[in-house]
């Protein structure tokens, strides 16, 4: 279970979050949207250690974020917003580097990288330099990289962006795939599709949570139209 509590994070002493908590259960998929500069793409960057909060705490199953950041970063995947593999290496080579990176046994590498590409539909890409890939293509190999070692947390920041219908569905498939064993957190501003595989919105608006909308139990077009209210102010 990832617990987020009082977060808070300025820049240049300008407040960017305000004391933003939640929780995110596993097998649950909890978005986080907002407009520009609600401060998502710094949350996932606080969630992911890649930044350091001002206050408040991060835990994965009682782990301390900032406290034991290596036994943190172990139960962690992270797909940053914009994803930079290293395009000189296949696809094969470049997911075999990172699972060894992320401290997986050498023996368990192969096992890992099959199971990561059987679940981003990229089997037919293992032998392509990455350079040669789609922007969309590209996407789904970082993904496959946050998926490596079947983490306990998936950070996904603005993971359907540049992705055309198909492959959002194939992106979607694979979220509920790792719902199965990860507490899930997606940013994005495509409500429709991601009213279809969550099971929270969580809405931020100037840093802070100002709502939280369930998914369980709602049609999606009735969960957009809600979601849609809390941006722009309809939403109590």
């Known amino acids: 279970m990832l617990e987020v509590r009082n977060l808070s994070f300025a820049y ?5 979050l305000r004391d933003v908590s939640f929780v995110a259960s596993p097998g649950e998929v909890v978005a986080v949207v907002g407009g520009n500069g609600a401060g998502k793409t710094t949350l996932m960057r606080l969630l992911a250690t890649v930044m350091v909060p001002d206050g408040g705490a991060i835990l994965s ?33 470049y997911l075999a580097y990172r699972a060894l990176l992320k401290g ?20 037919g890409l293992m032998r392509s330099t990455i350079r040669n890939l789609s922007r969309g293509q590209k996407k789904r190999v970082a993904l496959a990289d946050a998926l490596l070692l079947r983490p306990r947390v998936l950070l ?72 849609r209210g809390a941006l722009t102010g309809g939403e109590s």
């Not at 240049?12 to 960017?16: G, M, Q, Y």
């Not at 890992?112 to 059987?118: F, L, Q």
């Not at 979220?175 to 991601?194: N, P, Q, R, W």
């Not at 949570?209 to 709602?218: A, D, F, K, L, N």
């Open 12 to 16: 240049r002493r300008t407040p960017v």
């Open 61 to 93: 199953d009682g782990v301390d974020a900032f406290g034991y950041p290596l036994r943190y970063r172990r139960q962690l995947g992270y797909l940053a917003e914009d994803p930079q593999p290293y395009e000189d290496m296949t696809v094969k080579e």
């Open 104 to 123: 997986e046994p050498a023996k368990r590498v192969r096992r890992r990288v099959s199971e990561a590409s059987d679940m981003c539909r990229i089997d």
């Open 156 to 227: 996904l920041d603005d993971f359907l962006a540049g992705l055309d219908h198909e492959m959002r569905d194939v992106a979607g498939a694979v979220l509920s795939e790792a719902a199965a064993f990860s507490s899930v957190i997606v940013t994005g501003h495509e409500l429709e599709d991601l009213a279809r595989w969550t099971t929270r919105f969580v809405v931020l608006k100037g840093g802070v949570i100002s709502t939280v909308i369930p998914s369980v139990g709602v049609e999606p077009a009735d969960l957009v139209a809600r979601v």
